[in-house]
């Protein structure tokens, strides 16, 4: 099974600064990972596909990068809208599914 | 676009029985599979299995293998996934997803609380 881990597991980040995710895959699993936004009572959200895409209607301060097994979410900007738990999940594998174990980003 | 509507919140004692459930609408619900992921208090998420409304092809991860089972009824576009015989341990929220091969967890539904408690 692929093992998802992702780094920090909390970040504390000012309003308006960057925030920099890390996941990183037990094995290569390509461009087959998603980054999921979940708020507390919420079911989580997708926000970035492909390792870089854009889900429909996510802002473009949210951008992801990578391939292989090295992956980075970066919040150009934090809003105070987007402390949150955000989960890295991969679907190259079938079934899909293996997720990270979150990154919570909260307020400093 | 697709909706996924789940049941209500449930609150159980430890050996009882309970069938929860997902209903699509949308556009060609028996199409694609639908996953069922549990999300214990304070923890990240885990997909327990999938199941194709359209020929109930089912597949467990073996951590829940004979623990729950999945079921569909393509006529309702509904998803269930139902315990024989609850556990503390199952105290979860409970989240049907659309899955389609090669990718990403688009659709949710609104999640099911499940509570287990004597």
């Known amino acids: 099974e692929i093992v998802m881990t992702q780094s920090p597991a909390t970040l504390s980040v000012s309003p308006g600064e960057r925030a920099t995710l890390s996941c990183r895959a037990s094995?290569?699993?390509?461009?087959?990972l998603a980054w999921y936004q979940q708020k507390p009572g919420q079911a989580p959200r997708l926000l970035i596909y492909?390792?870089?895409t854009r889900a429909t209607g996510i802002p473009a301060r949210f951008s992801g990068s990578g391939s292989g097994t090295e992956f980075t979410l970066t919040i150009s900007s934090l809003q105070s809208e987007d402390f949150a738990v955000y989960y890295c999940q991969q679907y190259f594998t079938w079934p899909p599914g293996t997720f990270g174990q979150g990154t919570k980003v909260e307020i400093k | 676009e697709v909706q996924l509507v789940q049941s209500g919140a449930e609150v159980k004692k430890p050996g009882e029985s309970l069938k929860i459930s997902c209903k699509g609408s949308?556009?060609?619900?028996?199409?694609?599979?639908i996953g069922w992921v549990r999300q214990m208090p304070g923890k990240g998420l885990e997909l327990m299995g999938i199941?194709?409304?359209?020929?109930?092809?089912?597949r467990y991860r073996p951590s829940f293998q004979g623990q729950v089972t999945m079921s569909a009824d393509k006529s309702t576009t509904t998803a269930y996934l139902q315990w024989r015989s609850l556990k503390a341990s199952d105290t979860a929220i409970y989240y049907c997803v659309k899955l389609v091969r090669g990718a990403p967890f688009d659709y949710w539904g609104q999640g099911t609380l499940v509570t287990v408690s004597s």
């Open positions: 094995q290569s699993i390509s461009s087959t």
């Open positions: 199941i194709y409304p359209g020929d109930s092809d089912t």
């Open positions: 492909d390792a870089s």
């Open positions: 949308g556009n060609s619900f028996n199409g694609y599979w």
